[in-house]
Nanobody, 120 residues
């Protein structure tokens, strides 16, 4: 089994910062892209940021310059540093990873989600 476990969500005032972490565990051979998605109430889930195993990053326009994603391949962990948070960043944030298992199966795995609430 492969799983992603997230941590770091919570309540913060507008302009504040939070750091999310997501650790992968299980029968993992390699992890390609790791990313963060979010889903606000009444809205569709959207990509926030992702990062390849080589460190190439991609961000949705609304978070560019405020959020930074990084990863530690040895720890199989991806991070999302969120600065200058806005009320519109309020959402459940989900970690996502594209994983090749030790049995050479390709899986797209999701974390359980962590709630980020930004108060005005």
């Amino acid at each position: 089994q492969v799983q992603l476990v997230e941590s770091g969500g919570g309540l913060v005032q507008a302009g504040g910062s939070l750091r999310l972490s997501c650790a992968a565990s299980g029968s993992i051979l390699s992890i390609n892209v790791m990313g963060w998605y979010r889903q606000a109430p009444g809205k569709q889930r959207e990509l926030v940021a992702d990062i390849t195993s080589g460190g190439r990053t991609n961000y949705t326009d609304s978070v560019k310059g405020r959020f930074t994603t990084s990863r530690d391949n040895a720890k199989k962990t991806v991070y999302l540093q969120m600065n200058s948070l806005k009320p519109e960043d309020t959402a459940v944030y989900y970690c996502n990873a594209h994983i090749t298992t030790l049995f050479l199966r390709y899986l797209e795995v999701w974390g359980q989600g962590t709630l980020v609430t930004v108060s005005s």
